[in-house]
């Protein structure tokens, strides 16, 4: 599963993907920023750092202030893997991202999602 153009692959040409992903379902940018903060720690300018800065994904979650303590429970599937099955720990945390920004689109509530 390992794909090094996806971690080479700057994470501000993903972002306006996730925003668009979750306002075609009527939830907000602000919500997106939210849950990439809660699940690398970054703050909200450390993140538009990260955008401005055009971070790829390998250093996007490399630099990460603190990946949450709670990412055990992020369980299912995305892009036909289980991300709890998912060897590679970058690949792991990019489809993390993936499935929480999925979860926000299909409408769950921000607490589920953030599991808390």
Request: with cysteine.
């Amino acid at each position: 599963m390992k794909n090094s153009r996806v971690f080479k692959m700057s994470f501000a040409s993903v972002y306006p993907h996730y925003i668009s992903k979750a306002e075609k379902k009527g939830r907000t940018k602000n919500e997106v920023d939210t849950i990439i903060c809660w699940l690398t720690g970054y703050n909200e300018y450390q993140l538009q750092q990260q955008i401005d800065n055009k971070t790829n994904f390998e250093s996007f979650f490399a630099e990460a202030p603190q990946i949450h303590p709670n990412v055990s429970k992020i369980t299912g599937e995305i892009c036909g893997y289980r991300v709890e099955d998912i060897e590679d720990k970058l690949m792991q945390q990019i489809r993390y991202l993936d499935k929480l920004i999925d979860e926000l689109a299909k409408g769950k509530k921000m607490e589920k999602i953030l599991r808390v």
